[in-house]
């Protein structure tokens, strides 16, 4: 997951799959390699990676991949879709579903009995 990041340039483990389906493979244009579904970086997808992470015991892991997440959250001003390799936010900036699952990973660190912070 981290390796298919790195490789994509994507900001997030959000990265919907790697490496995206060539250019034409899809007939809707938004569908282009690294846009929308096709390699998009999505924060309701990855927010579910760092509950696992998290959930399976690998918390300073979980931590590391939410902070940047919450980072472009703020420096966006919204909860965007999806980001696109450059981490340009896409979208909705009123996603729910991104808020929802970035909700859900901080109650888990904030609810943890034993609070390893990173």
Known sequence: MVDNMKKAGASTIGLTLY???????FLNEGMHP????????WTWFGGRMIIALFENGFRKAA??????MLDRVIANDGFYEWYTPD??????????????????????FLDDP?????
Do not use: M, W
């Open 63 to 68: 931590f590391e991949h939410l902070r940047p």
């Open 34 to 41: 690294y846009g929308y579904q096709n390699g998009g970086d």
């Open 19 to 25: 490496p995206p389906y060539p250019e034409g493979t």
């Open 114 to 118: 034993e609070p390893k912070r990173p």
């Open 87 to 108: 981490n340009s936010p896409r979208g909705s900036a009123s996603f729910k579903g991104s808020a929802g699952v970035l909700y859900d990973a901080i109650e888990l």
